[in-house]
């Protein structure tokens, strides 16, 4: 194991995360190389989204580290967006705030600007939705316009939590397209995903995470019926009486 | 018509800064109550209002009915309550409102205790109702300062207002703004509340603020647009109710204030996002 190899991404080190005294990420160890495209996929309550709000710097680490390459731009689509569908805005305005890191508070949106929300809206199958008003959107069409406002980002590191939660086959064929151009453009993408399915088709890497790392490598390896008998066994209440976590070496969880 | 509408204006020099007054402070005060409004913080917006009250009474306790004393009193305790119930609401489990209750009603109990110390209840009637026609130069130019302060933030801080309404999750990751934001934008609610309340009172200077952006609601769906109704509704309910309370008699800040309150009963029968508008059948409906 070699920590911070000049091509990695993301790098944890021995990095618990979680609530209270409570760990949610349990150890993990391992490197997310540049241009990776990652699926982290486990039972409910296994620490996928905490290891993302934990990738973004929403969440600080309990103990160990979790290193983002320097210059990483970074875009996140968390599972519960506190997105207010009732605030009067058009979906333009909506991907729009996508420019945000480009032009801050104050830089003009210029041509070029409206330009590429215009781009993206045709990229994500929503042209001639940029005028209408956000709460007259389906979920699935929220959810491509949310995509719409990633690819506005242009950001280096991508972070999606649970992106194809009730959402009907077409989209997901159509988001999961956008995924795989991001992965050609170099971009590195880690994606939270339930469907094992889509993991094993599109993924060429997946991390399974049960509070502590289960397997973490190429896809058809991680993804077997007996890693995920293993995943499920894990005990996902939190358990007040639970032993202190004593210092010990780290199991490496790495493969990547 | 027209001699009713434009005399008591021409003739009477207090009309006529009573009429420069609420209609800067419509110009201030309505795009930060649609703000308000947007944000689901209308009634954070009276919360506030009655906040203000012992600063004020403070001010008015040692230095008489004096604007410059009584202004940063209020702004005093309102920066408080806002600071204190926000901070509460952002480093514990309680939430703003709750929060913001306790603060309040803490500070409008002070508030009242320190009137009732001194003075008449006619003084706690100024203190809580205002005389919008008796407002001198210092008032004039303390409620155009306001004005001008409040329209300058708002247009600078007009993208990360909108991105703390309508994404604050995104916001937060992307730029370190939406905290600052939201306490900018407190600071901007008591400011003109603070404005108000010379001419409109404690109490009421709240209405000016948050009865045109809620009328303003049922008949447009976009920020701007919205804020620019609200000005508008604001101008035409100053000069309806001042007309009124000249004509009728009635005390000045409540006639402003009753005026508004029938703009947004219009706006919620007839705007074409009000009550009235699905009730009517529709004849034709499109494909698509």
């Known amino acids: 194991m070699n920590p911070r190899t000049a091509d990695a991404c993301i790098t944890f080190e021995d990095l618990t995360v979680g609530y209270g005294s409570h760990a949610a990420v349990h150890h993990l160890t391992g490197q997310v190389p540049r241009g990776a495209l990652l699926a982290v996929v486990g039972p409910n309550g296994s620490g996928k989204s905490t290891l993302i709000k934990c990738i973004t710097g929403l969440l600080a680490p309990m103990s160990g580290t979790c290193h983002i390459a320097a210059r990483t731009s970074l875009a996140y689509l968390p599972q519960q967006s506190e997105l207010d569908c009732s605030f009067p805005a058009r979906v333009v305005d909506l991907v729009a705030l996508g420019l945000w890191r480009k032009r801050g508070l104050l830089g003009r949106h210029r041509a070029e600007d409206r330009g590429a929300v215009a781009d993206a809206l045709r990229a994500v199958g929503l042209d001639g939705f940029g005028r209408r008003p956000i709460d007259s959107l389906s979920g699935g069409q929220l959810q491509r316009a949310l995509f719409a406002r990633l690819l506005v980002q242009d950001a280096d590191l991508i972070l999606l939590d649970e992106p194809f939660n009730a959402i009907d086959e077409k989209t997901i064929r159509d988001l999961i397209g956008l995924i795989l151009h991001w992965h050609g453009e170099g971009r590195t993408v880690v994606v939270v995903v339930h469907d094992l399915d889509l993991v094993r088709a599109h993924f060429p890497q997946a991390l399974l995470l049960a509070r502590r790392p289960i397997a973490w490598g190429p896809s058809a390896e991680v993804v077997t019926p007996q890693n995920m008998q293993r995943a499920r066994q894990f005990q996902e209440a939190w358990d007040d009486d639970a032993p202190w976590c004593e210092p010990s070496p780290a199991p490496a969880g790495d493969v990547a | ?288």
Not at chain 2, 160 to 183: M, Q
Not at chain 2, 258 to 274: D, I, K, T, W
């Open chain 2, 1 to 288: 018509m027209v001699d009713w509408v434009v005399a008591p204006f021409l003739e009477f020099a207090f009309m006529q800064r009573a009429l420069a007054g609420a209609l800067l402070l419509s110009l201030s005060a309505c795009p930060v109550g649609v703000f308000l409004m947007l944000r689901r913080m209308s009634l954070t917006g009276d919360a506030m209002s009655h906040a203000i009250l012992p600063g004020a009474a403070a001010g008015f306790l040692l230095y008489g009915l004096e604007i410059v004393p009584m202004t940063i009193g209020g702004l005093i305790a309102g920066a408080i309550v806002a600071l204190g119930a926000g901070a509460v609401a952002r480093l514990t489990v309680q939430r703003e409102d709750a929060s913001m209750a306790a603060f309040y009603l803490v500070s409008l109990a002070i508030g009242v205790v320190m009137v009732s110390l001194r003075g008449s209840s006619v003084d706690l009637m100024h203190v809580l109702f205002g005389t919008v026609l008796a407002l001198n130069d210092d008032a004039l130019w303390l409620i155009g300062l306001v004005a001008a302060v409040t329209l300058a933030t708002t247009v600078l801080l007009w993208r990360a207002l909108v991105g703390e309404c309508l994404d604050p999750l995104f916001l937060r990751s992307v730029s370190g703004l939406g905290g600052v934001v939201h306490f900018v934008f407190l600071g901007l609610v008591v400011l003109n509340l603070v404005a108000g309340f010379q001419a409109l009172g404690t109490l009421l200077s709240v209405g000016l603020m948050i009865l045109p952006g809620a009328a303003a609601r049922f008949w447009v769906n976009d920020a701007v647009a919205m804020c620019v109704a609200s000005v508008g509704i604001g101008i035409v309910s100053s000069l309806g109710g001042l007309l009124l309370s000249y004509h009728a008699s009635l005390p000045s800040g409540p006639a402003i204030i009753l005026s508004a309150g029938v703009v947004y009963l219009v706006s919620l029968l007839a705007g074409p996002r009000g009550v009235l508008r699905p009730a009517l059948p529709r004849r034709h409906h499109r494909t698509a």
